[in-house]
């Protein structure tokens, strides 16, 4: 009797190990996993709105290289969490921001070599992109987050005497203007 109450004890022990296991390794898969994804989505928001507000504000070097790095970050991620689509998107939004960047510090060269580089990460978004497009969404976008910073609740457009109006908000595009931007947003 003792070797069966010996071999049962192992047997129950050994299923409670393997259950433990088996346990674990779904736990890890349904909850662990994921959050690490979520941090990754995180991680590259604020890496992508710091570089964002480097290129308003910061010096063309310092732009630059803040845009430059969301490039490497947007190259190295394989889309999984944000969509192909989406990740190509932010590519070719940041290449026009690096470009527009270049033209105002009169590195024309690069902002030629960048707006390139923009059009051809928008063109599998949308068949259609050209450099003035990639310009008009970028230019949009700017002037959106202008009225945003502001308080301004008027669909991107910011007349040039409200308070918050930069230099930028000069020109803006009419809203039915055609753009990579609402391409790329399924709106």
Not at 10 to 16: K, Q, T
Not at 73 to 95: C, H, I, P, S, V
Request: charged share 20%; with cysteine; aromatic share 6%.
């Amino acid at each position: 009797m003792s070797r069966n109450r010996i071999a049962l004890s192992a047997a129950l022990l050994g299923v409670f190990i393997l259950g433990l296991v088996a346990g674990s390794m779904i736990t890890f898969r349904r909850m662990v996993q994921p959050m690490a994804d979520l941090v990754s989505l995180a991680n590259g928001c604020v890496t992508g709105n710091e570089a964002y507000v480097q290129y308003r504000y910061g010096s063309y070097t310092v732009a630059k290289a803040a845009l430059l790095g969301n490039v490497d970050r947007l190259k190295n991620e394989d889309g999984a969490l944000t969509g192909q689509r989406g990740a190509q998107f932010e590519l070719g939004l940041t290449y026009g921001r690096l470009a527009l960047n270049a033209e105002r510090a009169g590195h024309l060269d690069e902002g030629v070599t960048y707006m390139r580089l923009a059009v051809e990460a928008l063109t599998p978004v949308d068949k259609n992109t050209t450099e003035k497009l990639v310009r008009e969404s970028v230019e949009h976008l700017d002037r959106a987050w202008d009225g945003r910073m502001a308080g301004l609740e008027r669909s991107g457009e910011i007349a040039s005497n409200q308070p918050g109006a930069t230099n930028r908000d000069q020109t803006v595009a009419p809203e039915t203007s055609r753009t990579p931007a609402a391409a790329g947003s399924g709106r």
